[in-house]
Nanobody, 124 residues
Framework: QVQLVESGGGLVQTGGSLVLSCTTS????????MGWFRQAPGKEREFVAA????????DFANSVKGRFTLSRDNTKKLVTLQMNNLKPEDTADYYC?????????????????WGQGTQVTVSP
């Protein structure tokens, strides 16, 4: 069983930056594609970013391209989402996800394990 724990959320002003981290335990980290999703109040959970098992391929939602970057450290079992130039519309609960798969997926069904989420609030 893979367990995921997110950290790094908080309150930031428009244009600011935050770094979200996801640490894992259990399973074989190197066999897991990792993703981030977010859910704003009253909205469905949506894809943000994903990274392949080896870190060689990343994918981003159009809404965050050019502002967010995603990396992983397989020795530390850690995934890091760097969020720059944040906007109020980025306000949401952010969830880390892991899937036993090749490549990446922008679909919630592509992931087998989920964290509890961390809140990000961007003030105007």
């Amino acid at each position: 069983q893979v367990q995921l724990v997110e950290s790094g959320g908080g309150l930031v002003q428009t244009g600011g930056s935050l770094v979200l981290s996801c640490t894992t335990s259990g399973g074989t980290f190197g066999s897991l594609a990792m993703g981030w999703f977010r859910q704003a109040p009253g909205k469905e959970r949506e894809f943000v970013a994903a990274i392949s098992r080896g870190g060689g391929f990343t994918d981003f939602a159009n809404s965050v391209k050019g502002r967010f970057t995603l990396s992983r450290d397989n020795t530390k079992k850690l995934v890091t989402l760097q969020m720059n130039n944040l906007k109020p519309e980025d306000t949401a609960d952010y969830y880390c996800a892991a899937g036993v798969r090749f490549g990446t997926s922008s679909s919630r069904s592509g992931y087998d394990y989920w964290g509890q989420g961390t809140q990000v609030t961007v003030s105007p």
